[in-house]
């Protein structure tokens, strides 16, 4: 049986520090629980890419955001779909991230992203491919 495709979208946004926004998944998640990851969101039937980041920015954020640019792409195969996540550089242009109602994010925080990511030991698909991206 073929397993369905599932796009998600995934949002890098630097401080001017050069860190990176990480966002800490919420406890009740059937993915990746409590395990730290960017900013993301599956794509709706009918909706853009860059849609999808301007919700992520606003669902679970609190900010507008703008695209910059895709970063990179990859799939995976989970336990009842593939996905193909695309990783978005992108930037805000209005508000300052905080915990939203109905956020799925326990916490967020600005790090280095090689030290981030160097230091995870669990590692979602949107994280490996910013590592990627990286080359770390």
Not at 1 to 28: C, H, Q, W, Y
Request: charged share 30%; with cysteine.
């Amino acid at each position: 049986m073929n397993k369905p495709i599932r796009d998600a979208v995934s949002v890098i946004i630097k401080n001017d520090k050069g860190e990176t926004l990480f966002a800490l998944r919420n406890r009740n998640e059937d993915s990746f629980p409590l395990v730290w990851s960017l900013p993301s969101h599956f794509v709706k039937e009918g909706e853009s890419f860059e849609q999808t980041v301007e919700r992520v920015g606003h669902d679970k954020l609190g900010v507008s955001l703008k695209v910059i640019k895709l970063l990179n792409e990859g799939k995976a195969e989970r336990e009842d779909f593939i996905i193909f996540m695309h990783d978005y550089l992108a930037e805000i242009t209005y508000g300052a991230p905080h915990i939203v109602p109905e956020n799925p994010y326990e916490e967020m925080k600005w790090e280095k992203p090689d030290t981030q990511l160097s230091n995870m030991k669990v590692m979602g698909d949107c994280c490996r491919l910013y590592k990627e991206y990286l080359h770390l």
